[in-house]
């Protein structure tokens, strides 16, 4: 059976020089960066490189690179973190950020260690730049966390209209940049963002490997796992050495062909999005679908079905891997916080194509022509 990928917003390939190098690497270098003997020498000659590149390709400095296990625990990390070292008492957020923000928010909140503000986003997933202006006015000096993609929707926000927002209201800006790394070119040190996030298995890079972009001219922060000198002492534990090569691997590669990949991908979801109105007249797309937005998403709600919970599992079936919310969210009963919060239409199968450069058009193709093939027996037999 042939099968094809478009779950690429959960997680990527990793790329075949990406796994090379990882190979080359667990041969040839397996000391520990911490020791002093040349075995340790080398092992942190090959992370601070891998530093030193990511910095480049960031438009920072390799002192504002913090290596994690993933956007989860760098999300964690900077709101914890931020919070605690700063003295800041109120976070502004929105309700459709991913879960390792809204969730770590909610329990700051119900641990009484700050009050949060939930700003409302319309039916693209976008939020008003005065409705955040309010907020600031009423709560200077806090901590604002919005992400520049939505991972479930592709929305993206104006990172430097909202930076130079809370520069005005002396607030810190978190951005969880995990769905746009790799994607879009980020200049850390001439935006207006204080700490952003990194999930290398995003951009065809290993899973269990990220980073966390601190500006520090402007925030102090403290280590989230204690129990070593790592990090210039802020993330204790033996550097996982061979993820990080390989990120700063797949960083460069992304990078390197950024603008010959987003026409093609971007290509990729024109295409679907054409064959699905053509199928399904009545679909409504879920998010914005403007080319500034985030290319590699795709979130549709078909026409209504009694059987809407059986359409995930059907494409599987035929061999198409897709998504019907965030992958983080899988087996959930509350179904996809994001649209419930943007009021997309209930009683309708919701589905997120998401493509990488690998996917090519005849995947499109045979995605839409099984949609086809499955809907037609689900409508008849409801």
């Known amino acids: 059976m042939k099968k094809i990928y478009l779950d690429n917003a959960a997680t990527t390939p990793v790329a075949a020089e990406v796994a090379q190098e990882i190979a080359e690497l667990m041969q040839s270098c397996f000391g520990n960066p911490s020791s002093i003997h040349g075995h340790g020498r080398e092992a942190k000659a090959i992370l601070e490189k891998a530093r030193r590149k990511v910095a480049e390709l960031t438009g920072t400095q390799p002192s504002r690179i913090f290596f994690t296990s993933g956007g989860t625990e760098a999300d964690n990390m900077a709101i914890r973190q931020t919070i605690a070292q ?3 008492s109120h976070v502004i957020s929105s309700p459709i950020e991913h879960h390792a923000v809204t969730h770590t928010i909610e329990e700051l909140a119900t641990e009484g260690k700050v009050s949060a503000t939930w700003l409302k986003p319309d039916r693209l997933g976008r939020h008003s730049l005065e409705d955040l202006e309010t907020a600031l006015q009423k709560n200077p000096g806090c901590l604002v966390s ?10 993206t926000i104006d990172l430097q209209a909202v930076g130079q927002l809370c520069r005005k209201y002396g607030a810190l800006f978190h951005s969880d940049t995990v769905q746009t790394m790799g994607h879009f070119e980020l200049n850390f040190d001439a935006l207006p963002v204080d ?3 990194c999930s290398a298995h995003k951009f065809h890079g290993p899973k269990g490997i990220g980073f966390l972009y601190v500006n520090l001219d402007r925030v102090k922060i403290s280590p989230l796992i204690t129990g070593g000198a790592q990090e210039r002492n802020l993330r204790a534990g033996t550097e996982n050495l061979y993820g990080i090569a390989a990120l700063a691997k797949a960083l460069e590669l992304a990078t390197d062909g950024m603008h010959e990949h ?8 024109m295409k679907m999005s054409q064959g699905l109105k053509r199928l399904f007249p009545d679909c409504e797309f879920n998010g914005s679908m403007e080319e500034s937005d985030l290319f590699t998403v795709l979130n549709v709600s078909l026409p209504p079905t009694p059987d809407a919970e059986m359409f995930l599992m059907k494409l599987d079936i035929h061999g198409i891997s897709a998504s019907g919310g965030s992958a983080c969210s899988s087996g959930s009963q509350k179904g996809s916080h994001v649209l419930s919060n943007i009021g997309a239409p209930e009683g309708r199968p919701a589905i997120r194509f998401s493509f990488s450069r690998y996917n090519q058009i005849e995947d499109v193709d045979y995605a839409l022509e099984v949609l086809q093939k499955i809907w037609k027996p689900l409508v008849q037999n409801a």
């Open 86 to 88: 700063m003295g800041i």
């Open 146 to 155: 919005l992400m520049h993609a939505n991972n479930e929707i592709g929305t």
């Open 195 to 197: 700490l952003a996030t």
């Open 262 to 269: 987003r026409q093609h991908i971007y290509a990729l979801k």
